[in-house]
């Protein structure tokens, strides 16, 4: 069962190298397995050089990659803004500033910035961008939100009202958006990069409000889960990628989002030290994940794809998990592509 389904479609990898040649793993993962797209990174965990050195590189890079892709790849940055860019002024590229800064000056600054991002992703090939971050800055000592500066403040309607203008102009330039980190990051206080975080004490319901109001207003691309466990919201104790009470239950049904749920990173130690990346994989679809999002540089692996899709396969011939199902996924992720460039 399931063997017509291109389950390559719902994984996004990263992957090191600044070319792809055609035997390079991921060639064949893009070419054979159908593939959904990759995450590309500027610099790898220990410092080295991962997929970008300037924007002649980069951009030969994606053309590259478009070429081996059997079907369109989303092409996938972490662009914030500030700390979190991968498109640096150190490799030739725009310097940019973070969302604190550009929510003192007014939604105007954020729209100026933001447009400058989107043209110059554009100009590079890249149609999807992990952010705009919507979490609120509750909590001053949030190692990973606060810390950075990368909320655009408290207000839920603040928020929306910066997050809006950025997403309008990554539309403008044909380059889909992510939210995240949903249901809300800002008040945790610590880091799922480094291990288990649990936000159920310091979590307030008010952190669901910037979605509310972006998915009022038509907003329909991607949203991005937290690694977060929030027994309030899952008395199981499962963090957020893994809950289908947060993702299928909050998300889908109570706050009506249609576009694609992305996983984070499931190779970021609050999942990768709990359960095995098969698992993780089959736990984040059977919650309600369209997009498996696998890093691909905490613990390199060129069978991620191969792997996935297995793990998936198994829950369509095991009766886990029904083939509509997946289906919608499939479906999700197409009707996304096909409002961006590429």
Request: hydrophobic share 45%.
């Amino acid at each position: 069962m399931g063997n017509e389904l291109n389950l390559g479609q719902m994984f996004l990898v990263g992957f090191s190298g600044c070319e792809v040649g055609a035997d390079h793993w991921l060639a064949r993962a893009l070419a054979e397995e159908c593939l959904g797209g990759v995450i590309l990174f500027a610099r790898n965990v220990d410092g080295s050089v991962q997929n970008i050195r300037s924007p002649g590189q980069l951009k030969r890079l994606v053309a590259g990659l478009r070429r081996c892709a059997a079907m369109p790849p989303f092409i996938a940055v972490d662009q914030e803004g500030g700390r979190v860019c991968r498109l640096v002024p150190r490799d030739g590229f725009r310097p940019s500033r973070n969302a604190a800064e550009l929510a003192e000056e007014g939604i105007e600054a954020t729209a100026r910035a933001a447009e400058l991002m989107a043209a110059e992703l554009a100009e590079c090939g890249i149609n999807l961008n992990f952010a705009p971050v919507v979490d609120l800055d509750l909590n001053p000592d949030n190692p990973i939100i606060g810390r950075y500066q990368r909320s655009f403040g408290a207000d839920p309607e603040l928020v929306a009202g910066h997050a809006r203008a950025f997403i309008e102009a990554h539309h403008r330039h044909g380059i889909g958006c992510c939210l995240k980190h949903f249901p809300g990051h800002g008040s945790a206080g610590s880091d799922s990069h480094l291990g288990f975080v649990d936000s159920t004490e310091k979590w307030q319901a008010v952190e669901l409000e910037p979605y509310r109001k972006l998915l009022a207003a038509g907003y329909s691309d991607g949203i991005m889960t937290a690694h977060l466990v929030n027994r309030r919201l899952d008395p199981s104790g499962l963090p957020a990628t893994l809950s289908p009470a947060v993702i299928t239950g909050l998300l889908r049904r109570e706050l009506g989002f249609a576009g694609v749920v992305f996983s984070d990173d499931v190779q970021m130690r609050a999942i990768g030290a709990g359960w095995a990346y098969g698992e993780a994989v089959q736990r984040a679809v059977l919650a309600g994940v369209d997009v498996v999002v696998v890093g691909n540089n905490l613990r390199p692996t060129e069978d991620a794809v191969t792997e996935g899709i297995r793990s998936i396969r198994a829950l369509l011939d095991s009766g886990r998990i029904e083939t509509h199902r997946i289906r919608s996924s499939l479906a999700r992720i197409a009707r996304f592509k096909a409002t961006i460039s590429g």
